[in-house]
């Protein structure tokens, strides 16, 4: 290899191992140049990939969503047998109207977030929030044996953990809880904003038990007090009129 200037003669001659030397240092320098960059394009899409595909699982079962990211135009399921649980926070309206919007928000957020972890613990699926309305179903996408049981015990948790907030008169914060069980159906609807949900007379009748539930207390249909198998003397059973359903025997758990 030599430097030299058109039909000069070389002004200087380098040996054999600095032009070696040369070489591979143009060759690293060329990767660092163009592949250091691409290197650390792939990383952060690598990165937005799965904050991605953590948000999906958020809003859906793990099992749902990766239908969905196939490209599945229709996705629906049919669950025989699943408990679902509705919560809503008593006096809710009242309180909403005498602290500001910042306090609600951030109050709602700081007691549903520890209901998230909740349904972690417990193996089951937030399906939605619904203004202070907090709603979860157990056995689905999967099946599970102790569906209504397991629910049960979540449900006393929430109490538990409700009681350490406070309304704008400082007391303590009530939850009315309804809990049935049965058949529904579930999947995937709309396009832009699409949402997984539950639908089926299952759900209606539990959201039903929750509005006619008393605050502390777990409301549950007969059937499902009967899968719980709970055996305390502190219930108290009731036959109350299910509007759609007519009479109906229910029992009040209080905690």
């Not at 990767?31 to 904050?51: A, D, H, T, W």
């Not at 409700?162 to 309304?167: C, E, Y």
């Not at 709970?230 to 229910?250: A, F, W």
């Amino acid at each position: 290899m030599f430097i030299s200037f058109s039909e000069m003669e070389p002004l200087y001659k380098i040996n054999d191992l600095t032009e070696t030397i040369i070489g591979f240092s143009n060759i690293v320098g060329s990767l660092l140049v163009l592949g250091l960059p691409m290197g650390m394009y792939s990383i952060f899409l690598e990165q937005e990939r799965n904050k991605s595909e953590k948000l999906l699982h958020n809003i859906m079962p793990k099992s749902i969503a990766e239908k969905l990211k196939n490209n599945i135009k229709t996705i629906s399921m049919d669950n025989p047998e699943i408990s679902v649980l509705f919560a809503n926070i008593v006096s809710f309206t009242e309180m909403s109207e005498k602290i500001s919007s910042e306090k609600i928000v951030g109050f709602l957020n700081d007691m549903f977030s520890q209901f998230d972890d909740l349904t972690e613990t417990y193996g089951v699926e937030k399906i939605k929030t619904i203004g202070d309305s907090y709603m979860v179903v157990s056995g689905m996408p999967f099946q599970k044996e102790d569906h209504a049981l397991t629910l049960f015990n979540l449900a006393k948790e929430m109490i538990k953990i409700s009681a350490q907030f406070k309304d704008h008169n400082g007391n303590p914060i009530k939850l009315r809880i309804g809990i049935n069980s049965g058949p529904a159906i579930s999947g995937v609807i709309g396009k832009s904003k699409f949402a997984f949900d539950v639908w089926g007379d299952t759900i209606n009748t539990a959201a039903r038990l929750e509005s006619y539930g008393t605050p502390d207390c777990i409301h549950m249909s007969k059937n499902t007090f009967d899968l719980v198998n709970y055996k305390d003397s502190n219930i108290e059973r009731k036959t109350i009129q299910i509007r759609g359903k007519g009479l109906m025997d229910t029992v009040l758990v209080h905690t």
